[in-house]
């Protein structure tokens, strides 16, 4: 199979609804429609094997995480999916992979209406780099640097499930076989927020999107706010899905290694977000219309730096403080 055919019959479609693109993969360049005044959103992530994914990976799985990690991108700006390009290094034309890859990646894109528009391909180590574009109304953009002192932190769905099967895979943890299996799907196949980022426009005062982990991630928010901001641990402890399952409860993992998986695992694509506490009914509101929970976790303050506090407000100094570098 060449070059061409390999693009032909995996990633060459008739144009898809809504029509974002009025030219697709084909020409030297592909051409959108915009929505006359909005401003493009534009974000590209790469992935690369042994460092995002594991070789024997599930190839529909991969497809789809590659533009997951990327619409998380355009989720946590507000902004609308309209298309995306795909450079992609493969080692071979290997058909059994190339199928369900193509499978995973297009059947998340129809799911928000992101037309694959173009990209490049080469032989190569395998290696995948999506660039993504979104529509924002002007100065709606959801941007890290908005939150103020008195703000609310909240974070969307689940956290830490993702790093709890990572550890699994990686032999480090033993798990339970349905545990680790609702696990995986998470770390394989991550739910962009997409609907909820859009929801909060005009509500959030700054957003973020968790993949590294959320104290890494919301404190870059936090110095992009000039603030600082105070965690209740006793809250952020049940994010975890995994806490759920009748055999977590049998003792199998410490309460440690769950709140460690929450607020220092990675690859989550949740959204952590700041919004004033007189939003707290809009922010009901926009959760329910997005159809994904959000949990109210803490607090913003002035002083920089990000404290985690138990149940009772006191500081929990010790035990953390090997997550002390994110503050
Ligand atoms: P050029 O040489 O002008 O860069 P190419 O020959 O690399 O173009 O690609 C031919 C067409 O196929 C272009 O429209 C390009 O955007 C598209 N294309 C190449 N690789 C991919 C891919 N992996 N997914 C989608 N479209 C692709
Ligand atoms: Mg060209």
Redesign the pocket.
Known sequence: MSEFDL?ARY??RPAQPPGRAALG????C?LLRLTPGMQLAVSSDMLVEGRHFFADVDPAALGHKALAVNLSDLAACGAAPLAF????ALPRADEAWLAPFSRGLLALADGHGCE?V????TQGPLNLCITVFGEVPPGQALLRSGAQAGDDVYVSGTLGDARLALQALRGSLKLPADLLAQARIRLEQPTPRVALGQALRGIASAAIDVSDGLLGDHGHLLKQSGVGARIDTSIAINLIAASTYSNWAGGIISSQKQLECVLAGGDDYELAFSAPPSAREAVQAASRQAGTPVTRIGRIEAEPGLRLVDGDGKLLAGRFASFDHFA
Do not use: P
């Open positions: 693009i990633f060459t993969v084909g020409d030297d592909a390009t795909l450079a992609l694959l173009g990209g490049d391909t």
